[in-house]
Structure formats: structure tokens, C-alpha cells
């Protein structure tokens, strides 16, 4: 069970939000509303009270989002990171949270988006929430395959492509059928990128390991009768099942 806290001081939105995220999945449910900074500080430092997500809007009567996350403590950290989604109505904070490095933010989005649009962002968080469950025991392996065949860690589309492959690999290679609409907007909101800048990062930093590829190595590990380009499926194919034969 996922459990979902909303912090915001209207109370009409705040439970519009939960109706929706309730209706999501038995799965999923919000556990609380909390009115204010402190109210939600003393429910989030609970140890009886299990928060996955955090619904958190910025301008928090007592202490605003920013003070919040401050107050956390740095026993928290990790059990919270990348677990806030903080609304604004302002477009100034919103461009600089979601520039700005911090671990706990997932992302900042406008109050005038639409329940169902702020729902979508919830279940990208749910995504990355299951993901990360496994991605210690995943990540080296994929990453393994990836400095194998050449790729640059340097090139931000190899960080890219291993999320890619870590997601498809824990949901289902069904994910591979449509990468442009059920794949390239999970990584891209991770990463506050358009979806063409995941896309075209991931395919130059392909190029690169193509034309620094052993030709032997290509032709074996992809299984290709003659020297040709691999597409992104291709890729991410042999990855999984490389990683697949390794651990059988």
C-alpha cells in the first residue's frame, strides 16, 4: 500500500485531490490532510505515520514548503527523497524549484493544472517509487552491460538510457512497444527535460558507442549478421537479456 499525504490549506482542493487519487488503485490512498507547515512536520516526523508521497502545496500557512523540507531531518533524507510534489500558482517558484538540486523534490507544478493532470505526476512518482526498490541490485548490472559495450556515463543520455532499461526491465518489455508515450515522459518529468531531449541525448550517446564499438563485440552481443546501427529497442533488448541470461 502507497500512501499519500496532502499538505495544503484549502481544504476544497485538497480533498477534490484525494477522490481522485483514491479512485486510482486499492493500492494507493490518502492517508491525511494536513492544514499547515507544522501540522504536517509532526504527522511527517511520526514514526507510526507511513508517508510514501507528499502532496505539498508551497505556501503552507506557519511554514512554507521551502521551511519544511528544511526542518526534515537528516534521518529522513533518504526515506523521502524525490518524494515531494510541491504546487504553486506563482511561475517564478515553480521555474526555480524545479531547476533547483534537491534530493526530496520530484517536482513543482502549477495549482491551475488540472486534478487529472497532477494525478499523472503521482503515478510517475509510484513508478520511481517501485523502481527504486530494486535499482540496487539492478542498476550495477545494467550499468555493467551499458560501460561494456562503450557507452559514456559522462553523456547524460547513458543516465538516461539505464533509467530506461531499469523501468522497462521491472514493468514489462511491453513498455518497448511505445517508448514515446509510455516511457520518454516518466524519464523526462524525473528530469524536468521535454521528451525530445530525453529521446535525442539517449541517441547520440548510442551513436557514440557505435562508432567506438569493437565491430566483433557489436555483431556478437547484438546478434547481427553484418555491421549496422542498433536502434533504441534493439538496445535495450539485448540489455535485458544479457542481464536475464547472467542471473538465470
Keep these: 500500500m502507497l500512501n499519500i499525504l ?19 488503485s486499492d493500492n494507493i490512498r490518502v492517508i491525511n490532510i494536513t492544514l499547515d507547515g507544522r501540522e504536517t512536520l509532526n504527522f511527517l516526523d511520526d514514526v507510526n505515520n507511513s508517508v510514501d508521497i507528499v502532496l505539498l502545496d508551497y505556501n503552507t500557512p506557519i511554514y512554507n514548503a521551502m521551511e519544511i523540507l528544511d526542518k526534515i531531518s537528516e534521518k529522513q ?9 510541491i504546487t504553486s500558482d506563482n511561475p517564478k517558484i515553480i521555474e526555480k524549484l524545479n531547476s533547483t538540486n534537491n534530493n526530496l523534490i520530484y517536482t513543482c507544478l502549477s495549482r491551475e493544472l488540472d486534478v487529472s493532470e497532477i494525478v499523472s505526476y503521482i503515478n510517475d512518482v509510484i513508478v520511481c517509487k517501485r523502481l527504486k526498490d530494486n535499482v540496487n541490485s539492478l542498476k550495477p548490472s545494467i550499468q555493467s552491460e551499458l560501460l561494456y559495450l562503450g557507452y559514456d556515463f559522462s553523456h547524460k543520455g547513458t543516465q538516461y538510457l539505464l533509467d530506461i532499461i531499469n523501468m522497462i526491465y521491472l514493468r514489462g518489455e511491453s513498455l518497448l512497444e511505445n517508448l514515446n508515450k509510455l516511457v520518454y515522459p516518466v524519464i523526462a ?11 535525442c541525448n ?5 551513436e557514440y558507442m557505435y562508432y567506438n564499438c569493437d565491430e566483433k563485440k557489436l555483431l556478437e552481443y547484438f546478434s547481427f549478421c553484418e555491421p549496422a546501427k542498433p536502434n533504441m529497442k534493439t538496445v535495450i533488448n539485448a540489455v535485458i537479456t544479457k542481464i536475464n541470461t547472467v542471473s538465470a
Design 6 to 24: 496532502i499538505a495544503d490549506s484549502n481544504i476544497d482542493y485538497a480533498i477534490n485531490l484525494m477522490s481522485h487519487i483514491n479512485s486510482l
Design 77 to 85: 533524507q533518504n526515506k523521502y527523497q524525490k518524494s515531494f510534489i
Design 189 to 199: 518529468r524525473k528530469y524536468h527535460q521535454s521528451c525530445n531531449n530525453i529521446k
Design 202 to 206: 539517449v541517441i547520440r550517446s548510442t
